[in-house]
């Protein structure tokens, strides 16, 4: 990291990976792509984007956005963006970099729509591995990674099985007999190749949930972190091309009472000798569950002091602390001196893989984010304001040029999600953010927080105190 203070103390600058020909600028907001139809949103309106600006994105659904890239690629070759590009997925992530990341509520709630994605994946990426799986042993792969994660649900059966568990392999030992890899081995190098055949800069780990009511959570998480770190590091012995490595937090709102508990010392402890070892290029954290965290400013007070601790330890090391899924809160968090904070496009920070919705037509249009009130609005408030004397959402002045939707959009929840709410959402932030960078320079302390401070209620408990 190069960086520059400045005068109010937050740092910007530059993160560089020479070895990946990689360099981006901190501190910034960056949206997370959850899946296909997030994905095809960037595709059609890759100008809602900042230049050079990251990625966040689910690595259970980059298979299916490389597919639908694919079906795209006719549809959109005239566009100016794409003019001459044989690939769209190549050229959306050579321009901007893409950091790889596995929510831990898929194995940690173990419901059918993230199994269905994992398992699609694995059947993808398995033959990619060295390590000699064939048709037989990847189903045999898929049925015990289904099987365990449904029967440990909400426990940490699957994270202790998988170390347990071997998995026949294809090519004959010297006796004749079959081979066999732990599925802990097998679970980690497809998260590996899944990332490298995602084209990603960086990569966070698939780690078990840190969870308040399970004290040896911290410790299984940081053992599962420093196998990553081993296998990373071997593959960059031998010259393999292979993304950063990010030591990986995954933490359950349990974690987050109203006051600092031991539980967060340990985990901040566990980073620091995690990176001591210089085997990490800097730090991933998720918060399952912002939304209920943020209710009550004594649980932000202690998520902030953990922002805090975490940023001790980056600076220390040089390195770059990522925030998962804050969505707006992640100004607050760049206050506090987050390298990176992504936002979902949905505006929805619950889990990824959560129940199907309510069968509600409005719900099925989801929410978009208004930056002047600071709120998600829904259909109906959008279509209420078009009628109204605001004309509409709030004009944007860059990166999007249209504050209504049009009535074909309105007709059709899939069209006006991918065609209005979430490209406006993702140039809204985007326009928020040139904003706080902007009073950063001029010496502010913390215009994030201030944003925030008149945000709808879920927010607000995020600003000045």
Do not use: C
């Not at 970099?97 to 993808?124: K, Q």
């Not at 004397?389 to 504050?403: F, K, N, Q, T, V």
Request: aromatic share 10%; glycine share 8%; charged share 20%.
């Amino acid at each position: 990291m190069v960086t520059e203070i400045q005068p109010n103390g937050i740092g910007l600058g530059k993160v560089q990976l020479s070895d990946l020909g990689t360099e981006v600028d901190f501190a910034s907001m960056l949206p997370y792509v959850k899946g296909r139809e997030d994905f095809e949103v960037l595709l059609r309106y890759p100008r809602v984007l900042r230049k050079g600006q990251p990625i966040e994105a689910n690595g259970f659904k980059t298979h299916s956005m490389m597919s639908r890239s694919l079906a795209l690629q006719e549809e959109l070759q005239d566009d100016i963006f794409y003019k001459g590009v044989s690939n769209l997925y190549t050229a959306l992530f050579s321009d901007h970099p893409l950091l790889i990341s596995y929510p831990p509520d898929l194995i940690w709630l173990g419901r059918e729509n993230g199994l269905e994605a994992w398992e699609s994946s694995l059947r993808r990426v398995l033959p990619n591995t060295d390590l000699g799986l064939d048709d037989s042993a990847t189903n045999e792969t898929i049925d015990l990674v289904r099987s365990l994660v449904i029967n440990f649900a909400r426990n940490y059966g699957f994270w202790r099985s998988v170390v347990k568990t071997l998995v026949p392999q294809s090519e004959a030992g010297e006796r004749g007999n079959r081979q066999r890899e732990l599925l802990s081995r097998i679970v980690l190098d497809w998260s590996i190749q899944n990332a490298v055949d995602s084209k990603a800069r960086w990569m966070a780990g698939l780690t078990p949930i840190i969870d308040g009511y399970n004290p040896g959570s911290t410790m299984l998480s940081h053992r599962f972190n420093i196998a990553y770190g081993s296998l990373v590091s071997a593959r960059i012995d031998q010259g393999l091309t292979t993304p950063a490595y990010l030591y990986t937090m995954n933490l359950n709102s349990t974690m987050f009472p109203d006051k600092w508990t031991s539980l967060l010392s340990n985990v901040v402890n566990n980073a620091k000798l995690a990176l001591n070892d210089a085997m990490y290029d800097g730090m991933h954290v998720s918060v399952r569950h912002l939304d209920l965290i943020s209710l009550s400013t004594g649980r932000v007070d202690t998520l902030m002091m953990l922002m805090k601790e975490l940023k001790k330890v980056a600076n220390y090391f040089n390195v770059p602390v990522w925030w998962s899924r804050l969505g707006p809160p992640g100004f607050a968090a760049l206050d506090e001196g987050a390298s990176f904070a992504s936002f979902p496009m949905n505006n929805n920070t619950g889990d990824v893989y959560a129940e199907g919705g309510s069968g509600n037509k409005v719900d099925q249009y989801g929410k978009i984010f208004n930056p002047v009130n600071r709120t998600r609005w829904t259909v109906t408030r959008v279509i209420a304001s078009i009628h109204g004397p605001e004309g509409g959402m709030p004009p944007l002045s860059a990166y999007w040029d249209r504050p209504r939707p049009s009535e074909e959009e309105l007709a059709s929840p899939w069209n006006y999600r991918v065609n209005f709410s979430k490209p406006y959402t993702v140039a809204a932030i985007n326009g928020l953010f040139d904003q706080w960078l902007e009073n950063v320079r001029a010496g502010e302390t913390s215009p994030g927080r201030s944003y925030l401070e008149y945000a709808e209620p879920t927010y607000t408990s995020w600003g000045p105190r």
